[in-house]
């Protein structure tokens, strides 16, 4: 029985996957950190947040759209986020009571940003009700 905790059998996978790789090119340099763009980066952080603060089907019947991506005069970036709910009652579950939630997400999505970009992030989030 395979157990990383005892080490049981782990060379025994080890000589199998070993065998089954076949050397190749690489597909990106190693300095390449991810495939994804930053846009993707946002918005994957913010669907992040959504499904942790909001309840079952809610964040997958949301729609994200960026209306805004631009970098300021002194480095930092400027996004806007549209938020497009099914439903009125989930734009308020969205936003909290006196905007509570909505505003702890971008905050948390904002601070998260920064870590990921190095750089001061003004994020927005707008939620809308799909018409």
Not at 12 to 23: I, N, V
Not at 112 to 131: A, P
Request: proline share 4%.
């Amino acid at each position: 029985m395979l157990s990383a905790v005892n080490g049981e059998e782990v060379e025994t996978l080890q000589r199998y996957l070993m065998s089954k790789a076949q050397p190749g090119s690489w597909d990106y340099h190693s300095a390449v950190v991810t495939d994804q763009s930053p846009q993707e980066i946002c918005c994957n952080l913010i669907r992040e947040r959504l499904l942790e603060h909001l309840p079952q089907e809610v964040p997958y019947n949301i729609i994200q759209s960026t209306e805004l991506w631009e970098e300021g005069p002194s480095g930092e970036l400027r996004i806007l986020q549209n938020i497009t709910v099914a439903r009125k009652n989930h734009a308020r579950l969205l936003i909290g009571q006196g905007g509570q939630l909505i505003g702890k997400i971008a905050r948390d999505v904002g601070q998260d940003l920064m870590n990921v970009f190095l750089c001061d992030v003004q994020l927005k989030l707008c939620v809308k009700v799909k018409k």
